[in-house]
């Protein structure tokens, strides 16, 4: 069983210790196990909860800000990126429950998977302990994102920000070459992203948009750091 006691203490909060268990059983895992509850429900509560409480808080911190960069600021903070660093800064990967494919494919450090399980968490947190409990995590482990919107903006939409590193560098666009493969209701993409030939970064997800992200954010961390725009 997984040490949740460990992972509490992470999180500054103690949530029922079966709800937490919930939180981390992901679909392989429960479907091995005679397809026991997993932890989908209390994600789709926690992907409710975080989008409240960061745009609670950006509207209230970002007062010079229209509504349109607020969504972006939004929007990046809750990405699966940003949340997936937020997972293995708190070591979340080493608790997840995962099937024995899921984990020997290196489940444990899928950055999708990573912040799905958080958002599980926090959906737990909700339902153990109210949205207080659930403000805390995300107060304590997701509002220091917002000291460097610099780099959330680039995680917000890596793409345009691939697209436009190239521009700059007076190299051609991005191109990208996206597969995928699994049956309709369970599909797995997979997108490689070259610019000028040169194959740059590669990523995976549930949609080619995602895989897509997933390649563009796997270029943008190769690449040396932009020279600051002044």
Known sequence: ????????TRLGVDIEPQLLELALTHRSY??????????????????????FVVTAHIHDLLTELPEGELTKVKNAVVSATALSQVAVGIGLGEFLRLGKGEDQTGGREKPNLLADAFEAILGAAYV??????????IRKLVFPL??????LRANSDPKTTLGERAQAESKPAPEYVTTHEGPDHDRTFFSTVSIDGKVL??????????????????????????????
């Open 1 to 8: 069983s997984v040490n949740v006691d460990v992972l509490s």
């Open 128 to 137: 153990s302990k109210g949205l207080e409990a659930a403000e805390g995590i």
């Open 146 to 151: 917002l000291e460097d919107t610099d780099s």
């Open 30 to 51: 429960a479907y091995e196990n005679g397809n026991i509850p997993n932890n989908e429900r209390l994600e789709f509560l926690g992907d409710s909860v975080l989008g």
């Open 201 to 230: 970064g590669s990523g995976q997800g549930r949609s080619k948009k995602l895989a897509e992200t997933q390649a563009a954010i796997d270029a943008l961390a190769k690449l040396p750091k932009a020279k600051k725009a002044k």
